[in-house]
Each structure stands twice: as structure tokens, then as C-alpha cells.
């Protein structure tokens, strides 16, 4: 309400003096005002930013905007005082004005970008958090690996304990190269059935811990695409 308020105000100002008394210095200090107003509420507004990840950032933009705000107050205060009221010439404020635009354009250009790359690596990591909750919370265990190769980009927690792996170390390793499966013909299977229906379901075979310790499992698994790779989900319930 504020910010459409104060546009409707300065929109109204600006035809006036445009229209029914074109004076062009007024109009001059109605634009600066307008812009030194909203410099100062986006100053305002960065300066209170609650978000930890974004504080930083938020504070140097804020303060762009606040030399930014200060400028045109300055300026509007010369053009009330009527010390440069032709716009066209090579004055002082006229290339000072170019240049303030030109500087705060390209560095609020450049720490919005920085912004909102900021904001896309949160919410990523904030999906991958909720995504391992989710799959750490389920009874099963559940890998997502390659289809090409097998490379494991993620198993949960239950996974890790069914095969008696770590994750660390192994994280990013070929699923073959675990060597869980007790029959080694079931992983070219497994495979083969996935491409050629793109799922199974409840899939009963055997497995070996790293210990060598057996137990039975069901297995389902599906084709999915991340970044437009196709990968497989698989989901192993022990059922020895």
C-alpha cells in the first residue's frame, strides 16, 4: 500500500508538471525524490533480512542502495535550488548521475545474481535434507545408483546396515563393485528386466553382507531421470 501510494503520487506529480505546467526542474526533484524513496525502503527491507544465508549479501546490496538513495537526494536538492536545470548539457550532475547509474546498475546486477544463486543452493540443500529424512525414516533400504554403470548417488542409512558397507568411502562407487549379490548372475538380471519394463517388483533374492553373512530380500526398483540421466531407484526388504 505504501509503495503503490507513493507511485501513484509521484505518477500524478509527474503529469502535472508534464502537462498542465511543463517545468522541467520540478520534475527533475519529483523523479529524484521517487527514487531516492525507493532506494531507501529496498535499503530497509535488505538491512532486515532474516535470512542467515543471505544476510551478507542482502546488507552490501542494501548498502548500494543506500549510496544509491543518498545521491538522488543530493541531486534533488541541487535541482530544488534550481543550480542545474539543463538536462542536455554536460553538467556536473548530469554525468554524475550517468555514472551513478551505471555503477549501481552493473553491482546490483551482479549481487542480485549473487542472491539468488545463494537462495538455489539453500533450497537444494534443503530438498537433499528432506529427501535423506524421508528415505532415513523408511524401513527399507533404499539406493539410487546409475543406470549406465551403477554408480551409487545415494542408499539410506538401513541400506548401509543391510550390506554391512560404511557410507563413507563408498558413496559414489559402482553398486557392482559391492558385491552383495550371493548369485552373480542377479545383477545383470535385475538390470535387464528394469530396461525392458522400466520396474520389478518384489524381485526375491539373496544377498551377502561385507562379512559374508546371507540374508533374503524382495526387491523393487524403477527407472527415474535426474538432471536428465536415467538412474535407478531400487527399495530391498529383508525378509530372511
Known amino acids: 500500500m505504501i509503495l503503490g501510494s507513493v507511485f501513484s503520487v509521484f505518477l500524478a506529480s509527474l503529469l502535472f508538471f508534464l502537462v498542465v505546467r511543463d517545468i522541467i526542474w520540478i520534475r527533475g526533484v519529483i523523479i529524484a525524490s521517487?527514487?531516492?524513496f525507493f532506494a531507501f525502503m529496498s535499503t530497509h527491507a535488505l538491512f532486515?533480512?532474516?535470512?542467515?544465508?543471505?544476510?551478507?549479501?542482502?546488507?552490501l546490496t542494501g548498502c548500494v542502495f543506500l549510496v544509491?538513495?543518498?545521491f538522488f537526494v543530493l541531486r534533488a536538492g541541487l535541482l530544488f535550488n534550481n543550480l542545474s536545470?539543463?538536462?542536455?548539457?554536460?553538467?556536473?550532475?548530469?554525468?554524475?548521475?550517468?555514472?551513478?547509474?551505471?555503477?549501481?546498475?552493473?553491482?546490483?546486477?551482479?549481487?542480485?545474481?549473487?542472491?539468488?544463486?545463494?537462495?538455489?543452493q539453500e533450497e537444494m540443500k534443503e530438498a537433499k535434507e528432506e529427501m535423506d529424512m524421508l528415505f532415513n525414516a523408511s524401513p527399507d533400504g533404499t539406493l539410487i545408483s546409475r543406470l549406465d554403470d551403477g554408480r551409487i548417488v545415494f542408499a539410506n542409512e538401513l541400506f548401509w546396515a543391510f550390506s554391512g558397507f560404511s557410507r563413507k568411502g563408498n558413496t559414489g562407487?559402482?553398486?557392482?563393485?559391492?558385491?552383495?549379490?550371493?548369485n552373480p548372475e542377479d545383477p545383470g538380471k535385475i538390470t535387464s528386466l528394469i530396461r525392458e519394463k522400466g520396474f520389478i517388483e518384489g524381485y526375491e533374492t539373496e544377498f551377502q553382507r561385507q562379512d559374508k553373512t546371507r540374508f533374503h530380500g524382495l526387491v523393487s526398483?524403477?527407472?527415474?531421470?535426474?538432471q536428465n540421466v536415467p538412474h535407478i531407484i531400487s527399495i530391498t526388504r529383508n525378509v530372511t
Open 221 to 226: 526398483a524403477k527407472i527415474i531421470s535426474l
Open 48 to 59: 532486515t533480512c532474516r535470512l542467515p544465508f543471505l544476510s551478507a549479501t542482502a546488507h
Open 173 to 182: 562407487k559402482s553398486i557392482f563393485d559391492l558385491n552383495i549379490w550371493v
Open 68 to 70: 544509491n538513495g543518498v
Open 34 to 36: 521517487t527514487v531516492a
Open 85 to 120: 536545470v539543463k538536462v542536455y548539457e554536460q553538467t556536473f550532475l548530469n554525468a554524475a548521475t550517468y555514472v551513478d547509474a551505471l555503477v549501481c546498475g552493473i553491482l546490483l546486477t551482479f549481487l542480485f545474481i549473487v542472491m539468488i544463486n545463494q537462495r538455489l
